[in-house]
């Protein structure tokens, strides 16, 4: 029995651990999208909220399927920005049903939160 487990002991160092250091000495590959580009479109919308909306007039939009689980109401100003497939949009582009990303300022004391940008649309790649 003792020499079987020799053998084997000897195969594994020699045969397995080589293969193993080789492997971790591979750098990624850039291109693929584990180790992609960190400034990607993921990268931009960070931090943004998510969501389809509900309801929508001048004051205010409501967004339904939120990282919450509940309707979050967030106010619009006359400051906020608009952003349609890329490029500098309106708020008449904007309607119910639409899926958007919303980046907010959040008032720490009422928890009111603010849009300053409203992207929807398709978001291109980073140049």
């Known amino acids: 029995m003792k020499p ?19 492997a971790q000495n ?15 479109i993921a990268r931009g919308l960070q931090g943004d909220i998510y969501g389809v909306i509900k309801s929508i007039n ?21 400051a906020t920005k608009y952003v349609r497939d890329g490029k500098a949009g309106k708020f008449d582009q904007l ?15 009422t928890r009111e939160m603010t849009a300053k940008k409203i992207t929807s649309g398709v978001i291109p790649l980073p140049q």
Do not use: C, M
């Open 4 to 22: 079987f487990r020799t053998i084997y002991l000897l195969l594994v160092v020699l045969v397995v651990l080589p293969f193993a250091a080789i």
């Open 58 to 78: 001048d004051k205010e939009l409501v967004l339904d399927k939120t990282k919450f689980g509940v309707d979050t109401t967030i106010k619009l100003e006359s």
């Open 95 to 109: 309607k119910v049903g639409d899926q958007v990303y919303a980046h907010v300022k959040t008032n720490k004391k």
């Open 26 to 40: 591979k750098s990624p590959e850039l291109d693929t999208s584990r180790f992609g580009d960190p400034s990607g």
